[in-house]
């Protein structure tokens, strides 16, 4: 029984490693997103099944809850993953690289114009057995850890407490005005409120 877990458990160890060896910054954003999701998740399950809050106000905050976690995960994995694709392409481009990558370059006449153009690929152009393809990825791999892990926090601690905050009172208006003025809302034969 220990046998088969221990190999699942290497099995999907050795996936992590092969997926993300080479694009650390994929890794941020998945498991980013996965606890953004499970927080969020585990809020709503904790102010449904709270006793001590009246169903009233779990009509209001358990709504509010569940956009509140698709705002921070629909801005976390957007904000981190333009912030990885832009920072990629600004290193396969070579606009940013390594002396190792600029030496290669330097040997290589016909890619010295190239270098910063948006189709220019370092990939494509530096042979897989020499030391400065490794160090390309190395760097590549770095920044955009790094730039994925700046974006985290611009989203985490600036844009998000924004834009849930404004999301956030617009539907408590809109809740209290429905308290307030019942009448100026149409009801279907269910009892449920029409948008």
């Known amino acids: 029984m220990f046998k088969g877990l221990e190999n699942l458990i290497q099995k999907r160890l050795e996936w ?23 927080s969020s998740a585990a809020q709503v399950v904790g102010i449904y099944r709270n ?27 957007g904000i981190t993953t333009i912030a990885k694709k832009g920072i990629a392409k ?36 530096l042979p ?3 030391f400065a393809y490794e160090s390309f990825n190395s760097h590549k791999n770095f920044i955009t850890t790094m730039g994925t892990l700046g974006a ?5 601690n600036i844009v998000t407490p924004l834009v849930r905050n404004a999301t956030a009172s617009k539907v408590q208006k809109r ?8 009448s100026a809302y149409q009801y279907n034969s269910s009892g449920n409120m029409r948008v």
């Open 16 to 38: 992590v490693y092969k997926t993300f060896t080479n694009d650390t910054s994929k890794m941020l954003i998945i498991t980013g997103t996965l606890g953004w999701i499970l």
């Open 51 to 77: 006793s001590e809050i009246s169903d009233e106000k779990k009509s209001f905050l358990v709504p509010q809850e569940i956009m509140d976690g698709a705002i921070n995960a629909l801005a976390f994995i």
């Open 90 to 125: 600004m290193a396969s481009t070579g606009k940013t690289t390594t002396l190792s990558v600029r030496n290669f370059l330097n040997k290589h006449p016909e890619y010295k114009n190239q270098v910063g153009k948006y189709d220019f690929d370092l990939e494509k152009v």
């Open 128 to 130: 897989k057995d020499i």
């Open 152 to 156: 985290s926090v611009l989203s985490c």
């Open 175 to 182: 809740y209290i005005d429905i308290k307030n003025n019942p």
